[in-house]
């Protein structure tokens, strides 16, 4: 399947400041199978290293950590010719052995040529620090991101009607409304499915929303796997409280993140550490509330105020235990989860485009739901789960700080009119 990554790492191998990679992100969301393929097309070998599978190879890393000696042992470990610029050495699971992440700086110092990747989930790589330094300055990073609806939709072949959304979304001109309903269609099917590229791909292949919901299980129980592995003792219980207790709070009408809806008389001090190591991993996004929508956005944060989302639409829809056809149907059961649904598919675009994001409530409970910086402007996003058109919250955003557009991204085709820019669901990866 065509990852969008695959340009990023081009870009990173052409570069004439190319440090040492670390690809970084959730579980299973494709880092291995991205790297490997690329390393293939780009090179005349790959040298592959997994910590996780060899557990003997971290004595590699026990002693001296320069190039000089890590490359003649590692090439009699691969098999292989680890040659500078022809070779990429991959190192999985690389939280796994922090010498080996420590030894990146050296490779960066004193044998640029040599081209490296490192892959490891956040939670490995920015929490799991014990003795060694993080080499600050030395690498390059890139997060990779569960599969968006483009990638979906490129999975199905559908570059056609890829092409006809992207120009629909910059002329804000409809589309043809078969095609429209077609690319609906698609929308509601990944509800379901999701972005992991494992449950993109066997739903491909056999349409059977019960297997995928399987996959989704398994990937949901190595998470909590995960949560115990690589978490401190006394932190597990509260981050597992916090991960199941995203759903609750994305069926409230409110979806900012409220801790006494995890147990009566939960305090942010008692979760916040839970919180941090589910964000640093990757598994969950938490967006904050900006106080004032003024570039940058970043210094108007509300530090207490935010919302959590989880990385992937497919495993919430899993951890809620929703069944495929109420999603695709769109079944008034679902009434009270669709707003908090269809933000967390929303948010999971945001994301893998690379936008830090916010949102905004006025004193007296206007809500945008997401702000962002693009192209130089602070534009608000509204969000509806179907073709309502009421945004009366974006109007009152409108007339407080008179953006140079506003988003509503909701079931509706495309258009614009009054500042606003009507953009349907399944195109939000345009944004």
């Not at 009699?76 to 010719?81: F, L, T």
């Not at 497919?314 to 059961?333: Q, T």
């Not at 509503?408 to 953009?423: A, H, Q």
């Amino acid at each position: 399947m065509e990852r969008k990554i695959q340009k990023h790492l081009l870009e990173w191998k052409n570069s004439p400041y190319r440090k040492p990679l670390i690809l970084q992100g959730a579980r299973q969301v494709g880092k291995t199978y991205s790297i490997l393929k690329f390393g293939r097309e780009e090179y005349e070998n790959v040298a592959y290293f997994n910590f996780e599978r060899n557990k003997n190879l971290s004595d590699v890393f026990s002693g001296d950590i320069s190039p000089r000696y890590l490359i003649p042992l590692l090439s009699n470990i691969s098999g292989k010719s680890i040659v500078r610029e022809k070779t990429l050495i991959v190192f999985d699971e690389v939280q796994l052995c922090e010498r080996a992440l420590t030894s990146l700086k050296y490779f960066c110092e004193e044998e640029p040529e040599y081209h490296i990747c490192a892959l490891g989930s956040l939670l490995g790589v920015a929490v799991n620090r014990k003795e060694f330094s993080f080499p600050v300055g030395k690498v390059n990073t890139l997060t990779m991101y569960p599969m968006d609806m483009e990638e979906f939709l490129l999975a199905f072949g559908e570059q056609d009607l890829i092409q006809r959304i992207c120009d629909c979304f910059a002329a804000d001109s409809p589309m043809p409304l078969f095609l429209h309903d077609a690319a609906m269609a698609y929308y509601r099917q990944y509800l379901a499915v999701g972005g992991m590229p494992e449950c993109v791909a066997q739903f491909i292949q056999t349409k059977d929303y019960i297997l995928i919901r399987n996959i989704q299980s398994e990937i949901l129980v190595n998470y909590l796997n995960d949560m115990s592995k690589y978490n401190k003792e006394n932190e597990i219980k509260k981050t597992r409280l916090v991960y199941d207790n995203i759903t609750v709070q994305l069926s409230k009408k409110n979806t900012r993140f409220q801790y006494k809806l995890i147990k009566t008389g939960a305090r942010a001090v008692e979760f916040e550490n839970a919180i941090e190591w589910l964000a640093l991993s990757g598994i969950v996004t938490r967006i904050h509330k900006v106080e004032h929508p003024k570039k940058p956005l970043e210094n108007y944060r509300d530090i207490d105020a935010f919302k959590i989302y989880v990385s992937d639409v497919g495993l919430l829809c899993a951890k809620k235990d929703i069944v495929a056809e109420d999603v695709i149907y769109m079944s008034s059961d679902l009434n009270d989860f669709k707003g908090g649904m269809t933000e967390n598919y929303v948010c999971g675009q945001l994301a893998a485009n690379g936008y830090p994001c916010y949102y905004w409530q006025s004193e007296r409970g206007a809500e945008v739901d997401f702000v962002i910086q693009r192209e130089g402007k602070v534009i608000p996003i509204e969000v509806k789960s179907a073709e309502n058109t009421k945004a009366k919250s974006l109007n009152v955003y409108i007339n407080s700080y008179k953006p140079a557009y506003a988003i509503k991204l909701m079931g509706k085709n495309f258009g614009f009119e009054g500042g606003k820019k009507t953009v349907p669901l399944y195109a939000a990866f345009c944004i």
